[in-house]
Nanobody, 118 residues
Framework: QVQLVESGGGLVQPGGSLRLSCAAS????????MGWYRQFPGKTRELVAR???????NYADSVKGRFTISRDNAKNMLYLQMASLKPEDTAVYYC????????????WGQGTQVTVSS
């Protein structure tokens, strides 16, 4: 099992910045992919950014150039640095981890609310 705990959400004004953190614990060896998803009210979760084994990163078009994902393997941490935030970035953000083996295991954190409003 892998446990993921997000932190760093909150209220920020448009144009502001926020950094989300995700602490991973448990059987975190061989996690292949870590990422951030977000969910708008009444919508399904959507990918924001992810890091695939090594340093390959993917970003949603809507956040490219504004958000940066990073991973600190020594500390078992995942981060999402968000800049130039917009009201449409308001959502619950979830940390995600995937182990790809004979069976694929997917883990989620509990989510953290990000609200962008003046």
């Amino acid at each position: 099992q892998v446990q993921l705990v997000e932190s760093g959400g909150g209220l920020v004004q448009p144009g502001g910045s926020l950094r989300l953190s995700c602490a991973a614990s448990g059987r975190i060896d061989s996690i292949n992919i870590m990422g951030w998803y977000r969910q708008f009210p009444g919508k399904t979760r959507e990918l924001v950014a992810r890091i695939i084994t090594g340093s390959n990163t993917n970003y949603a078009d809507s956040v490219k150039g504004r958000f940066t994902i990073s991973r600190d393997n020594a500390k078992n941490m995942l981060y999402l640095q968000m800049a130039s935030l917009k009201p449409e970035d308001t959502a619950v953000y979830y940390c995600n981890a995937v182990k790809v083996a004979a069976i694929t295991y997917t883990y989620w954190g509990q989510g953290t609310q990000v609200t962008v409003s003046s």
